[in-house]
């Protein structure tokens, strides 16, 4: 089994940057997601188990869902305005760690980037990016285990987590022997799969339960395509967080008739947060488009506008012309 993503001059100089750093930032997109947490709080502790002064770097708010993490509260604000190395994960793009880190990061001496996802692709003295993939956290463990940098049961948990929320429970076509073999080694280090699972599939709110069953029976349906809307007031009548409406646009795209999923998320400043799935359209490409990216068939992007009605009919007519 050819397991191995990352060249081993790619791995020297990930290492040789390590090394040659006192302070070291790592910081990932809004919004987190498992594999967004997962990766970062993996990497923070191991990097610190190897003996380096490193911080993970807060942008916005852990979901609750996630807030059985180990190591969670390391994830906190910049105690610097620069740092000797500041790596970025799970993302390519300045814009998507937010304004409050972005010119901590221009202003860093050295700057990386590990990454799962189809585009972005900023210039770094190292870009360690791999579409093929599944989850950030693939690549995390294959840095931590080919380096032979620590790992501990958090760690190895961490890790664990954002493979199970970035392949669907390991469900998704770009899951490989090799994510298997990383799964197995993690257990083996310590990984808790049935409390992994437990939280994350089997501890669901009634609130959020009635909130996801709102939008799903709003949502609309047209030439297998789905399309339903999540307003601040729909989250706040129901007292959930936006991060609830995530795994919906999934839930969408599983209906038989369904080929192509697409949810419309509001948030502040006028920005709508766009969110598709699919079971076998390329809709990465109706993304990048679109000024986002992600996955062939799980992907995003925004779009900027003054209502949720304006930004709602701009969603529909690009969910319309996507081909099915």
């Known amino acids: 089994m050819k397991k191995e993503k990352i060249s081993k001059e790619k791995l020297d100089k990930f290492k040789e940057l390590v090394d040659n750093a006192e302070t070291i930032a790592i910081a990932s997109h809004i919004n987190p997601d498992g594999d967004n947490l997962g990766s970062t709080l993996a990497l923070r502790k191991s990097l610190e188990l190897y003996g ?5 770097l807060a942008n916005d708010t852990i ?29 390519s793009e300045f814009d998507r760690i937010g304004d409050s880190l972005t010119p901590i990061a221009r202003a860093s001496k050295n700057t990386l980037v590990i990454d799962h996802h189809v585009g972005g692709g900023i210039d770094t003295d190292l870009n360690l990016i791999y579409d093929t993939a599944p989850a950030t956290c693939e690549l995390v463990f294959e840095i931590i285990e080919r380096l032979n940098f620590p790992i501990d049961k958090d760690i190895a948990s961490l890790i664990y987590t ?52 709102e939008v799903i029976s709003n949502a609309e349906f047209m030439d297998k395509k789905a399309y339903s809307i999540i307003s601040k007031d729909l989250v706040k009548k129901h007292g959930v967080q936006m991060g609830d409406a995530e795994t919906i646009v999934g839930m969408l795209r599983d209906i038989d008739e369904v080929e192509v999923s697409m949810i419309l998320k509001e948030y502040d400043n006028g920005e ?44 529909i007519a690009i969910l319309k012309e996507i081909d099915v």
């Open 63 to 91: 979901d609750d869902y996630l807030h059985f993490l180990p190591e969670k509260e390391n994830y906190k604000e910049a105690s610097r305005d620069s740092y000797d190395l500041f790596m970025i994960l799970d993302c």
């Open 272 to 315: 709508y947060k766009v969110s598709l799935r699919s079971k076998d359209v390329d809709v990465a490409r109706v993304a990048r488009e679109n000024g986002g990216g992600g996955h062939i068939k799980a992907s995003g992007f925004s779009i900027f506008d003054d209502s949720l009605e304006a930004a709602s009919k701009k969603a």
């Open 162 to 213: 954002g493979l199970c929320t970035d392949t669907n429970r390991f469900l998704y076509s770009n899951v490989t022997e090799y994510t298997f073999y990383v799964a197995g080694r993690l257990l083996s280090l310590g990984a808790d799969s049935e409390y992994i699972y437990r939280n994350l599939y089997q501890s669901k709110p009634m609130k959020v339960m009635k909130f996801q069953t």
């Open 52 to 56: 380096k002064d490193v911080e993970l």
